[in-house]
């Protein structure tokens, strides 16, 4: 299935060229049997549904329906798209649904209907192509969670870097100065092992980025980056990046705040040392040194919201930066454990 159809489906139909083929590309296309519940009245989801083929019952609380037929003009808009649900969805024949995340639906319009039509980027001397490297930027999960206007100043306040293979762009040990994201060629992340060989930590191209948690932590380098072909990097400083990239995309909460979602079922984390969590921590925390949480991310449930803390909140706050671009809800507890009574 082309996703050029889904030009013709609103809100999709709204938006700029290079924005409609970023969230078309996310587009999740499910076949459904007969009887099939899609959602019932007064449930809350995160999905924008379309109806492709089939039929689709709809029935509100005083049984009053319509059925949505794939191809029609109403299959051109969302099914029922308010929240909580104000109906009940149920397939009538076997179906085919198209389904987008509508936190990313929503970011995706808020930039295309911000700064006139999408992120303007002016020219710089490195060359042209700027569409195609903004477009790969742009992809990268922590542009999703901070307002479009910091985005356009985050792009007007970069400054483009141009590396040979083989030079090294950050390297351990060094003061945390510049955030970077790789515009052109590939890198590699490196660190020191306990046996003092370099040990690979990630590949790195287009689109990703590193160097915040030195930022953030106002720590040394943990790794370097090298170069493994001719690039270019884009970089921001220490400044503008706590400015523009980092506070925006935190979460705070405070300790009556972080008392309040742990009794709805969020849980605590401290990202503290072993040694100092076991001298002092909040009861029922788990305890996932800050160095360690990439390593144990996977070990993390995304439906689980998590509020992170330390002594002060400088380690808290790298992780949930961490966290964030991993898409998990984690907040950072104001004021750390000298909050806790």
């Known amino acids: 299935m082309s996703i050029e159809i889904f030009k013709e489906y ?15 590309d996310t587009i999740l296309i499910k076949r459904l049997p007969a009887g099939k519940v899609l959602f019932k009245e007064g449930e809350h989801d995160n999905w924008v549904m379309y109806v492709l083929k089939g039929d689709v019952e709809v029935q509100d609380k005083d049984g009053v329906g319509a059925v949505i037929s794939g191809g029609s003009d109403d299959s051109k808009h969302p099914v029922v798209d308010v929240q909580p649900r104000r109906a009940t969805a149920k397939s009538k024949t076997d179906i085919v649904v198209a389904l987008l995340d509508r936190k990313e639906m929503d970011i995706v319009l808020t930039w295309d209907q911000s700064s006139e039509k999408g992120i303007r980027v002016d ?15 742009l992809r990268a999960k922590i542009f999703y969670r901070i307002p479009p206007a910091n985005i356009q100043a985050i792009f007007m306040r970069m400054e483009p870097v141009t590396y040979k293979k083989g030079d090294i762009v950050v390297e351990e040990g060094q003061e945390g100065d510049y955030f970077y994201i790789v515009r052109e060629g590939k890198c590699k992340v490196t660190r020191h092992g306990n046996n003092g060989d370099s040990e690979l930590l990630a590949d790195m191209e287009p689109g990703d980025c590193f160097g915040e ?11 370097t980056v090298t170069m493994v072909t001719d690039g270019i990097m884009m970089r921001l400083n220490k400044d503008d990046f706590n400015s523009l990239l980092n506070e925006p995309t935190l979460n705070h909460a405070t300790m009556e705040q972080a008392k309040a979602m742990v009794k709805e079922g969020a849980e605590w984390i401290d990202v503290r040392l072993p040694d100092e969590h076991e001298a002092n921590c909040i009861e029922g925390s788990m305890n996932i040194p800050l160095a360690s949480l990439r390593n144990n991310i996977t070990n993390l449930d995304k439906a689980t919201r998590y509020i992170i803390y330390c002594d002060t909140g400088r380690r808290s706050s790298a992780a949930v930066y961490t966290l964030g671009e991993n898409e998990f809800d984690a907040y950072v507890l104001e004021g750390g454990l000298s909050s806790w009574s």
């Open 10 to 24: 609103s809100p999709l139909n709204s938006l700029s060229k290079n924005n409609f083929y970023r969230l078309a």
């Open 123 to 137: 020219s710089d001397e490195e060359g042209g192509g700027n569409e195609d490297w903004t477009d790969t930027i």
């Open 213 to 223: 948690d030195a930022l953030i932590s106002d720590n040394k380098r943990n790794a």
